[in-house]
Each structure stands twice: as structure tokens, then as C-alpha cells.
């Protein structure tokens, strides 16, 4: 079993930056690979980036690429998301979620998920 906990969501000025957090309980951390996603009011959830067990491999979403990065600490059972350049349209509940480097992108590939935090950017 693995319990995530996330933070370091809030309210931000679009071109702002937030640095999201999500603590893993247990010692099985570096077994999994961890991904980041989020849904807005309204919308199905989706994708934002994911990266691999050591945190050599990473994976993006288009509409994230060059403004956010996914990075592990596995020492510390912590994985982050550093998002630069924010942009009203990233206003969502942002999700981590633990599961296999198969399929990234694809919710049904993690099997333990955050309870979310949000993120709101004003124009």
C-alpha cells in the first residue's frame, strides 16, 4: 500500500510559478513510477507529466512542456512539480499517482492516487 499526500497548490498571477509536492507513505516508493495529473472544473482528467522509479526518465503533456518539470526524491518519499510560466488555463486539482512506467499517460496504469490539491491561476 502506498498513501500520497500532496501540496503546495494555491492561488497565482498568471506567468507565476508553483512547486507542488506529494509525500508516499511506505518503503516501496522507488518501486513505483510516479505521475502527476489534473482535472478543471468541468473537464475529465488528464495527464501532466510522469517520471521513472530513479527519476532518470520523464514524460510530458504538450500543453506542459518546456514550463514544468517532474523530478523524485526518493530518499525523502517525495515527488515534485515545478511549474514556471503559469497560464490561466493550468487552473485545476492537481493529482499525483503512483503505478508502473507502462503506458504513462494513461490513468488505469497507477494504482494509488492523491486526494489532490488545487491550483488556481488568475489572469
Known amino acids: 500500500q502506498v498513501q500520497l499526500v500532496e501540496s503546495g497548490g494555491g492561488l497565482v498571477q498568471a506567468g507565476g510559478s508553483l512547486r507542488l509536492s506529494c509525500a508516499a507513505s511506505?518503503?516501496?516508493?522507488?518501486?513505483?513510477?510516479m505521475g502527476w495529473f489534473r482535472q478543471a472544473p468541468g473537464k475529465e482528467r488528464e495527464f501532466v507529466a510522469a517520471v521513472d522509479r530513479i527519476g532518470g526518465i520523464t514524460s510530458y503533456a504538450d500543453s506542459v512542456k518546456g514550463r514544468f518539470t517532474i523530478s523524485r526524491d526518493n530518499a525523502k518519499n517525495t515527488v515534485f512539480l515545478q511549474m514556471n510560466g503559469l497560464k490561466p488555463e493550468d487552473t485545476a486539482v492537481y493529482y499525483c499517482?503512483?503505478?508502473?512506467?507502462?503506458?504513462?499517460?494513461?490513468?488505469?496504469?497507477?494504482?494509488?492516487w492523491g486526494q489532490g490539491t488545487q491550483v488556481t491561476v488568475s489572469s
Open positions: 499517482a503512483a503505478g508502473r512506467w507502462v503506458g504513462v499517460t494513461k490513468q488505469y496504469n497507477y494504482d494509488y
Open positions: 511506505g518503503r516501496t516508493f522507488s518501486s513505483y513510477s
